[in-house]
């Protein structure tokens, strides 16, 4: 007769992920640095990129690879999404997958470009769009002071394509006041 063993732990649920996008400029990183605090304690990970782009004081904490060291782990399946933009290869690693069976959710920094190919690959997958007033972007770029007037009109053309974007279960968050607002519906969704 066999019988069970009552201090065996369940196998945790699987985890989901959520991909967060965004137009440059309507405050991703600040609700992603928002949420990331709020959930230090939670069963919540925030996935770091690996990105062929120098490291920034100030800017995202990802990990630096050169375009070599980027294709040898693409070559070996060290990646579980990557993508090609602005003349930078992105990458998160499969490390996600270990993530999400011990039944975290993990949070990644997306690419609307690779939107679609990321719900084939990961279906289930939550995206979740950070959207701002125009005028209010606008605003924004120029006190950021990092471009041109004519670089923030070519950024918020870009912007401009976010606009009906869809895929399955995308979720929209609103960052057109105070921070700690659109910070907490990002808080609540990634607690789900």
């Known amino acids: 007769m066999t019988t069970l063993n009552?201090?065996?732990?369940?196998?945790?649920?699987?985890?989901?992920?959520?991909y967060?996008?965004?137009?440059?400029?309507?405050?991703?990183?600040s609700l992603l640095h928002y949420a990331r605090q709020q959930l230090a304690k939670e069963n919540v990970v925030f996935a770091h990129r690996y990105i062929t782009r120098p490291l920034e004081l100030n800017g995202?904490?990802?990990?630096?690879?050169?375009?070599?060291?980027?294709?040898?782990?693409?070559?070996?399946?060290c990646f579980k999404f990557h993508w090609h933009s602005h003349d930078l290869d992105y990458g998160i690693g499969t490390e996600v997958d270990f993530w999400l069976n011990q039944g975290?959710?993990?949070?990644?920094?997306?690419?609307?470009?690779?939107?679609?190919?990321?719900?084939?690959?990961?279906?289930?997958?939550?995206?979740?769009?950070?959207?701002?007033?125009?005028?209010?972007?606008?605003?924004r770029l120029i006190n950021r002071g990092r471009e041109t007037l004519e670089q923030i009109e070519s950024r918020i053309q870009r912007a401009e394509a976010f606009d009906g974007l869809t895929a399955p279960n995308m979720k929209i968050i609103?960052?057109?006041?105070?921070?700690s607002v659109a910070g907490e519906q990002l808080v609540k969704l990634l607690k789900n």
């Open 20 to 29: 967060v996008i965004g137009a440059s400029g309507v405050g991703k990183d």
């Open 104 to 139: 975290l959710n993990v949070v990644m920094n997306g690419s609307r470009g690779y939107l679609e190919t990321a719900v084939e690959k990961h279906p289930g997958i939550i995206p979740i769009l950070i959207k701002v007033d125009p005028s209010l972007l606008r605003e």
């Open 6 to 18: 009552s201090n065996v732990k369940d196998q945790p649920s699987k985890g989901k992920v959520f």
């Open 174 to 179: 609103e960052n057109n006041i105070e921070l």
């Open 60 to 77: 995202e904490n990802h990990i630096r690879l050169s375009t070599e060291e980027f294709a040898n782990r693409l070559q070996y399946g």
